[in-house]
């Protein structure tokens, strides 16, 4: 048997456990992350947890979650090209052998290769966790980026809210928000937020939704200018539909965002570095590891839990 650590192991769609997990034997191109935060992704991580995650490679059960990781390098391969004692951003694992790992970050230790870590300075702290959504809103904003940045950005949680301010820092403008909860409508974003229902709006070209809901064509079409665009920067559990006439008048075009890419990342950490992106108040809950059950069923039940965090410091 090999080392081991402690993980949040889904055992099936509704069962969850704390408990060891066997990790593989590292590579010369591999480094063993002793981790300090884990963030829960309510997207993802509760399609997981509810069992309507659509099947892709690698899904199966028992499986550790997690792909928001924040800790320190405590071992590196000989050709690992990165110095013990660095603080990095974990993307997700190389998983372990007795459980799968999608995406396998919620766990105390990691073997992760190198060429996967983000460098972080060593002051960062669990607002770390957050980076994954802030280059997966500048992704999301590369798909657009040849019509200019979205009117209309539907959902106003952690994504959502990372999103505005994205569009904020890169074209100084802002963006008109939905949300449907009224508990995430409540304060001042310095852009507005609004009940979907009380737009009256009709000529929005180009909108970006990050809530997962499948038929937001469908919600949105009435509101939106002849050729306009509709950006797909959430996860969808169930096929997108829509009826086709609203989006016929309209010659609509769709498009797709998936997982952010390297040079996202980089400019997440730029917009971070110079001050232009601000990560605070995002995060609203935390929780030590060893409260885990309790901390993902508020992750995934409150809607004023924005984004959750595990403390592994003490594990």
């Known amino acids: 048997m090999g080392a081991t650590s402690t993980a949040v192991v889904f055992e099936q769609p509704g069962e969850m456990s704390l408990r060891p997990v066997e ?5 010369s191109t591999d480094c063993v992350i002793e981790v300090h935060w884990t963030g829960i ?31 320190n390098v405590v071992a590196c391969g000989s050709e690992a090209e990165i110095a013990v004692g660095q603080r990095v951003f974990v993307p997700g694992s190389r998983g372990f052998t007795n459980v799968r790992g999608l995406f396998g970050g ?30 997966t809103a500048c992704h999301a904003l590369r798909r657009i980026e040849d019509l200019g940045p979205p ?4 959902g106003h949680g952690a994504l959502g809210r990372l999103l505005a301010r994205v569009t904020a820092a890169r074209y100084q403008v802002t963006p008109v928000v939905w949300e449907t909860a009224a508990e995430r409508r409540e304060g001042n974003f310095g852009y507005p937020v609004l009940d979907p229902a009380e737009d009256d709006r009709r000529d929005y070209r180009r909108i970006c939704d990050v809530s997962g809901t499948a038929t937001i064509i469908d919600q949105a079409v009435h509101h939106l200018a ?47 570095s110079g001050g232009d992106l601000s990560l605070s108040g995002i995060i609203t809950h935390d929780q030590p590891f060893d409260s885990a059950k309790t901390a993902y069923q508020q992750a995934f039940s409150d809607p004023h839990c924005l984004k959750m965090v595990l403390d592994w410091r003490n594990a």
């Open 151 to 154: 009117e209309l950005i539907v």
């Open 23 to 27: 990790l593989p034997e590292p590579h």
């Open 41 to 71: 992704s309510t997207g993802t991580e509760r399609l997981l947890w509810e069992g309507r995650m659509p099947h892709f490679p690698g899904l199966a059960y028992p499986l550790v979650p997690g792909y928001e990781s924040v800790g």
């Open 226 to 272: 002849k050729h306009a665009t509709v950006l797909l920067a959430g996860f969808y559990a169930a096929p997108i539909e829509f009826n086709f006439p609203a989006a016929f008048m309209r010659e609509i075009d769709v498009r797709i965002s998936a997982e952010w890419q390297p040079e996202d990342m980089q400019t997440a950490m730029t917009l971070v």
């Open 106 to 135: 919620a766990s105390r230790a990691l073997v992760v290769p190198a060429q996967r870590l983000v460098q972080l300075p060593m002051s960062t702290e669990s607002t770390g966790v957050l980076l994954a959504l802030a280059a």
